[in-house]
C-alpha cells in the first residue's frame, strides 16, 4: 500500500544509501518483468531520487573524468537519465550485497566495489513500474507534501469538474487532484475531521478558502528535519486546522514522513510504530464498506447518502459460491455451464439435467430387464424399403388394371384397321 509518504521515504533511502556510491555497467531487468528494459550502460555513475507524489524519480548520472573526456566509449552512456517509478501494491528499494539480492528484484544497479553492492527495486506483485528517460506523469496533481499552495488552488480552481460530483472518499483517490492520497491516508483524514466518507465531495470543500493563512511558514522540508519543531508547530496550528480538508491532506502525510525509518524501512520491516499512529484504517471498532469502486472504506458512525446500496452485504459470500461451482466437473454441471455461458435461462438448464438423469434410470431398466432400445436410425433404415415395395406394388396393381380395362378397345381398334386394307 506505498503512498505519497512511502514513496519520499523511500527516495530518501535511495539518497541515504546510495551517497558516495559509485554504480557501474549495465542496468539489468529481471526476465519475468514486463517493464521496458532501461538502456543505460556506464563505467561509473552514480544515483540520486527525489519523490513527487505516488512517484519516486531516479537520476543516473555519468561521472567525468579527464580520460572520459577525451575518449568517449561506444555504447557507454555520457549524458544523464532518469528513471520515474510507480511502486503498485508492493514497491520499495533495498540495497544490499550481490549475493543477497531479494527474489523479486526486478531492476538492479550495481556498484563497482568489492564485495559489490546491489540497489534494487523489489516488487512482489509486479503491480509496480518504471519509465526510462521519463518525467513526472502530465496527469497527476501537484504533490499534497512539498507541493502545497499549488495542490490546494488546483482543487478549489476545478470544483465544477465530474470529479467532484462523486463522495468525497473517492475523490481523495483522484490522483488528478490528490497526488500521493490512498487508501489509509482518506480513512485517517476523514475520521479525524469527522466527515462521513460518502457525502458529495463538493459539499464538503466549496466552503474552503483558496489561500491558506499559514502560506507564510517555512518550507515544509525544513520542518520535517526537526522532530520537536514538527510537533509543535503541529500543536500551534491543530485549531486551525480543524475543518479543513485540504490542509488535513497535507498534514496527514506529513506525520506519517515525520515517523522517519519506522514508518518505511525495508531491512527490518518494523511498523509498529506506524501502525500505533492508525486511529482508523484496520482499526478495532471501525466499519468498513466497498465503495463504488471496489475499495474498501474504513470509517466510524454513519456512511453517508451516496454509500453503496449492497454495502452491508459481505463481498466474500459471492465468491465462495463461484468457487464451489467452478470446480464442480459432473457431467451435469458442464450442461449447466455451458447453457449459462450461451445466454439461456437457468431453468432451461434443470430441464435438461431432469432429462438425463431419467433418460439414466430408463437405461438401467432396459439393462436389468435384458430389453434392447431401439435405435431410430435402424427403424428408419429398415422401414424405408419397406415403403418403397409397397409404393412399387401399388403401381403395378394400377397398371394391371388400366391394361385390363383397356385392353379389349386396342384389339377391337387394331381388328378394324387390317380389315379396312
Known amino acids: 500500500m506505498p503512498e505519497g509518504p512511502e514513496l519520499h521515504l523511500a527516495s530518501l533511502y535511495v539518497n541515504r544509501m546510495c551517497a558516495g556510491v559509485v554504480f557501474t555497467g549495465q542496468v539489468r531487468k529481471s526476465e519475468v518483468s514486463k517493464s521496458p528494459d532501461v538502456p543505460f550502460t556506464c563505467e561509473a555513475y552514480r544515483i540520486t531520487a527525489a519523490s513527487r507524489g505516488k512517484e519516486v524519480k531516479l537520476t543516473l548520472t555519468p561521472m567525468k573524468s579527464d580520460e572520459s573526456k577525451r575518449k568517449v566509449v561506444t555504447g557507454q552512456a555520457d549524458q544523464p537519465m532518469d528513471v520515474v517509478f510507480r511502486f503498485g501494491m508492493s514497491g520499495y528499494f533495498r540495497f544490499t550485497p550481490e549475493d543477497e539480492v531479494p527474489k523479486h528484484a526486478h531492476l538492479r544497479f550495481y556498484s563497482n566495489e568489492k564485495p559489490c553492492k546491489v540497489l534494487s527495486f523489489v516488487d512482489t506483485r509486479r503491480f509496480g513500474s518504471w519509465q526510462p528517460s521519463g518525467t513526472w506523469q502530465p496527469g497527476r496533481g501537484p504533490c499534497i507534501m512539498f507541493d502545497y499552495q499549488s495542490f490546494r488552488e488546483n482543487v478549489l480552481s476545478h470544483l465544477s469538474d465530474r470529479a467532484f460530483d462523486r463522495p468525497i472518499c473517492e475523490a481523495l483517490l483522484n490522483q488528478k487532484y490528490f497526488n500521493g492520497i490512498g487508501n ?20 464538503v470543500l466549496e466552503g474552503l478558502g483558496s489561500e491558506d493563512s499559514c502560506e507564510n511558514k517555512k518550507p515544509v522540508k525544513e520542518e520535517i528535519t526537526d522532530t520537536k519543531n514538527f510537533q509543535r508547530t503541529k500543536r ?23 515517523l522517519g525509518g519506522k514508518g518505511y524501512d525495508p531491512e527490518k520491516a518494523d511498523y509498529s510504530d506506524f501502525q500505533a499512529w492508525l486511529q482508523c484504517y484496520y482499526v478495532d471498532g471501525m466499519k468498513s464498506v466497498r465503495d463504488h469502486n471496489g475499495r474498501t472504506m474504513w470509517f466510524k458512525g454513519d456512511p453517508g447518502p451516496m454509500a453503496p446500496k449492497d454495502s452491508k452485504k459481505k463481498p466474500t459470500a459471492k465468491k465462495r459460491t463461484k468457487k464451489e461451482i467452478d470446480h464442480d466437473y459432473t457431467q451435469d454441471t458442464k450442461v449447466a455451464r455451458r447453457r449459462s455461458e450461451s445466454g439461456t435461462k437457468g431453468k432451461a438448464g434443470q430441464l435438461e439435467t431432469v432429462a438425463r438423469k431419467s433418460k439414466k434410470e430408463k437405461d438401467a431398466l432396459l439393462k436389468e430387464t435384458g430389453l434392447k432400445r431401439r435405435n431410430p436410425k435402424k427403424r428408419q433404415e429398415v422401414d424405408e424399403p419397406q415403403a418403397e415395395k409397397k409404393s412399387s406394388a401399388a403401381r403395378r396393381r394400377k397398371n394391371s388394371h388400366a391394361e385390363a380395362a383397356g385392353g379389349p378397345q386396342r384389339r377391337s381398334a387394331r381388328l378394324s384397321r387390317q380389315n379396312n386394307k
Open 236 to 258: 500551534k496550528t491543530e485549531k486551525e486546522d480543524t475543518g479543513d480538508l485540504l490542509r488535513q491532506c497535507h498534514a496527514v502525510p506529513l506525520e506519517v514522513v515525520n
Open 184 to 203: 489509509y491516508l482518506r480513512a485517517e483524514i476523514l475520521f479525524r475531521l469527522d466527515i462521513p466518507p460518502f457525502v458529495p465531495a463538493r459539499s
